[in-house]
């Protein structure tokens, strides 16, 4: 488990992340999530012990991680723009990850290589942005570690890159527990991979919680009434989160489990009823709302 507590950092005059909380458990996909400049890469490269925090602490599974090589060996950075050696091409980061890394999987990485078409002898410097990354996952997958931390993965890579790389971190947390921590400002492009969001703002987190139990305790339904007073009867005992009007067609976000808010509705007389499943940037939307944010103009992929 990788945890957060009260984290803070500034560079000069500019306070990039703001007394920050989050927790990461294991075996699940994290998405942080955030604008340009909301303090994510701040933020992942202090939980790696590349920065230092000037406030608060950062362990991973309970270990202090700034300046901890034992720390630090469970734990493997992607940056936005990965680096590699100078003329340097497949083989040669592999040697070197290899030193690094002891349970780093030298012949899945070659597999991987293969099935993604990436030429081991090629040089990396005349490899596309794309092929970059793609390089630097499979490198971060085969390392071995338990935490694979990356900062905008899929940006660059093809659709049907992403959904390779998104179906190999499935079958690496099903197999050996891997723990992926993704940062992104896209929501739409972790919608169908992470188990728990966090929003980060202005450096401050806004929301950070797990999708299941958002998805769960928030219902979206769209139904027209027979009669004014049904409507009224039935919005007066709901927690209604968002409510739309379109004629006489109805879409309100209620908060409330399921089963619950259809036998709320059953009550009462209606022409056309229908329970919707929300996307994470309809829960996000309505989460941030509520406490006095637009997240349409924060983050839309």
Known sequence: MIELKNISKSFEDILAVDRVNVTVKENTLFGLIGTNGAGKSTVLRMVTGVLKADEGAITVDGIPVFDNVEAKKKIFFIADEPYFFANSNAVEMERYFTSIYEAFRREDFYSYLEKFGLDKRRKINTFSKGMKKQLALLCGICSGTKYLLCDETFDGLDPVMRQGIKSIFAKEMESRGLTPVIASHNLRELEDICDHVGLLHKGGVLLSKDLEDMKCNIQKIQ???????????????????????????????????REEVIAHFAAVDTIFFEALPLSLEEIFISETEVVGYDIKKLILG
Do not use: N, W
């Open 223 to 257: 139904c027209v009434f027979r009669a004014q007073e049904d409507a009224v009867k039935v919005m007066g005992g709901l927690d209604i989160v968002r409510q739309e009007e379109r004629g006489s067609l109805y879409t309100l976000t209620v908060r409330g489990g």
